[in-house]
């Protein structure tokens, strides 16, 4: 299915494609019928959300990650990359986001190239819409579009069965409703980036706190024309608070009856430390 | 109810629920629509323009499912832009109506979108065309979408041949109004297109200047 050889980085995931689809889906039914059950897919919960204002869009993301009930990933980043001056905010399926944006990055890399000029976000609009009418919706991935082109700031949401709508604020995911509720208390037109992040900052921190699937920290996107601020974090919302008890034990605490050593003859060859999440 | 309120917002499909019309008066037509779309009990975008445009003089109404309405369209607006070069001059809307037909019956089972196609050309002057699972017909008004059902007693009982241009407006405003305000589905704001020799006029009318009715 896949060629090799002298084809860079960038081209290959041209070529790695959704041929499973179907297969996939057959699969899984089988398993089903015989009372087993396919991992979970890694879902993002989520609250995304975008705006326009005066110079451009201003993105933001939570950055909890979800498998089933349980947090997998408790600082994932949910705003992608598509080109120098277009992100991406993706929600549903990790992987399906992951990869979607990845392939239409890549393809709209090529066209830039062979147009000679900056991508134009209805282009990348285009290009994810068709790709996902084509599978049908099985290609669980909600996303926010935004960039600033030649034409000014535009803002996109687009569905995973493939339908768009080109909005001056958008929210989208399991807490697209708390988002959307601040949004329509105090959006305006033409605000200030200050305004358009501090609105965006607390649309998101709406769905952090109203919504289970969403969580953690707040990050920020600033696109204008020619600068992209990629702030992440931009605001820790939920930092984890320092234990006030300890479980270690004061030496002295157990009585020492009897002390044997035995010296063991070993020679430190190689000594490496990667430390563990255990506050 | 825990698992609903995470998974069930992009499992449900985009809807545009919809009350849609196209009527004919003597020297082009009108079309109108409301602007909600929702995506199972939530409305996912409230200002949507339903009438989507195929080529200068044509316009078409959306309904049904938002991702194969807006597919459907954007396919037939390349293909009228290709026509219309191929034959040098602006395409008919009786071309453009076979065109959106021609998709629908040949996808009728994968696809749930219902579109009526209506503009004007100079050979037949203002034409409205219904292409619901694949037919192809001509009329002198139609009605589509959710909210349609609410509003065939109205307009059977209000159509009357000959109509002027703003009295069409009119009707078409009077209608979405109705229907807007029985259907779940349908709301928002009612956007007209006017359509005749001269080109087409889109205009949006909110809703608090919609003309209200009884127990309004």
Known sequence: ELAHSYVSDKFFLLLISYFCTFRNAVLEFECNKLGHSIPAARKTGTTICGVVFKDGIVLGADTRATE?????????SKIHYISPNIYCCGAGTAADTEMTTQIISSNLELHSLSTGRLPRVATANRMLKQMLFRYQGHIGAALVLGGVDCNGPHLYSIYPHGSTDKLPYVTMGSGSLAAMAVFEDRYEQNMEEEDAKRLVRDAIAAGIFNDLGSG???????????????????????????????????????????????????EVVEETVQTMDTS | MLEESTESEWQSEVKTGTTIIAVEFNGGVVLGSDSRVSAGETVVNRVMNKLSLLHDKIYCALSGSAADAQTIAEMVNYQLDV??????????????????????????????????????????????????????????????GSGSSYVYGFVDAEYQKGMSKEDCQQFVVNTISLAMSRDGSSGGVAYLVTIDEKGAEEKCILGNELPTFYDQ
């Open chain 2, 83 to 144: 026509h219309s070069i191929e034959i040098g001059e602006d395409p008919q809307v009786r071309s453009a109506a076979t065109l959106v037909k021609n998709i629908s019956y040949k996808y009728k089972e994968e696809l749930s979108a219902h579109l009526i196609v209506a503009g004007w050309d100079r050979r037949g002057g203002g034409q409205v065309f219904v292409t619901l699972n694949g037919l192809l017909s001509r009329q002198p008004f139609a009605v589509g």
């Open chain 1, 216 to 266: 953690s920290n707040i990050d920020l996107c600033v696109i204008t024309k020619g600068k992209v601020d990629y702030l992440r974090p931009h605001d820790m919302a939920n930092k984890k608070g320092v234990r006030t008890g300890d479980y270690k034990y004061k030496r002295g605490t157990t009585g020492v009856l009897a002390k044997a050593v035995t010296k063991l003859d070993l």
């Open chain 1, 68 to 76: 089933g009930m349980i947090v997998a990933d408790k600082n994932c």
